[in-house]
């Protein structure tokens, strides 16, 4: 069993207690414990400055976790040879016992692939990163299953849609999937838009749970007492967001509760956000999320449960509800930002002033998330990603391709795994 508390197989004076000099990024003759280092560089790092933290790292390369850092802050340098230098010292030391180190370890593979075209390389490494996960199994699928069943029974009311084309509502809700371009649109909605994103927030699941005192998010098992309270319910401060003050809510499960959001705000303004299913699916894939749920384990994994989200939408959406409207990330990389039919919805359903011209970069440079999509976000809008799954077509299990296909007729994209 490892002897150090991060995993590796060595005594923490020979770890992460043994000291390095601090001078190559303090200027201070003064050594610290590599622990002490470590807090250095993440600091750094999140501030971007790559080719200090790597100095950092090359101080602390007794450190198998370091010996990754530093391959990643090569890469970001593009700096290839020695990321993958790097890269194959850890390789030399990664332990088995350790599996947020193997997991970081075979990411950064998984990264430099894909930076070399390395098409099978890079599939092999997110699916190595994934083999300690957990996998859904058959009772997972058999739940969802008896959600999608009591959704389409769900019989307190027919939520309606409102009649007053005029009322706007300060509440906007970008709805989707993960990977789906969803974190650009908030940043647009924002930057064009005097208005207070509160990212992921867990305001409607709260909701839910308050007026079912249970810690559910089942809104369909609400009894016909408690769906016309939902009616009655403030989702002002402290409950949600701050009074009055436009907002942006990026749960995108809350793809998941649209009736629910209905009935407490008849004139919430909803955008659904999709992009090509291709790419969504293996985007999820590739990517290492730090809150892992089971249906991200495997391509096929990835579409079923792509699958799940679309059918509740397709059953809870009300075809004449104005307020709702479908934008597609590949448009908005089009247009290199903000559509004009999204545009005129926001003005015409969401109760947000309109940024000044001379305002929106610099609201722009201002927005900040924490989702891991920040960092691209902030850069040029470019479709290289999308252009790219299409070498991973041949890698994929049959039955996420006919998923894939049967998504992409359905959302208006041509079919291109078969």
Partial sequence: ??????????????????????????????????????????????????????????????????????????????????????????????????????????????????????????????????????????????TLAQQRASIANFSHTSYGVSEDKSAKSTHLYILGFPRCGSTLLERLCCSHYKAVSYGESSAIPNAIGTLSNKVTDAWWGLTFEQWYQASQYSLESPNAYNSGTPSVDKNLFNALRLPFIRQLDSHAVIIRCVRDPLAVVLSNYFANFMHYEPWQYSADTISQYLMHVDAVWQSTANQLDQRIITIKYEDIVQHQGMTPALDEFLMRYWLAEKAESQEVDVRAQAFKTRTASYEQVTKAIVNKANSEYTHYISMIPPSAKARIAELQAKWGYDNSVD
Avoid at 54 to 63: F, P
């Fill in 1 to 142: 069993m490892p002897l150090c508390h991060c995993g590796n197989n060595q005594t923490p004076s020979s770890c992460c207690l043994l000291k390095v000099s601090s001078k190559p990024w303090t200027g201070l003759p003064k050594k610290v414990p590599i622990k002490q280092a470590i807090a250095d560089a993440e600091r750094l790092a999140q501030q971007g400055n790559w080719r200090v933290c790597l100095l950092i790292c090359e101080q602390a390369t007794s450190n198998t976790h370091w010996y990754v850092l530093a391959a990643k802050l090569s890469r970001k340098m593009a700096h290839v040879n020695e990321a993958a230098t790097y890269l194959a010292y850890a390789e030399a030391h990664v332990s088995e016992n350790n599996h947020e180190v193997q997991r970081a370890y075979f990411s950064e593979k998984l990264a430099l692939a894909r930076l070399s075209n390395d098409y099978q390389g890079a599939f092999d490494a997110a699916a190595m990163a994934k083999n300690k996960r957990a996998a859904p199994c058959k009772k997972d699928w058999l």
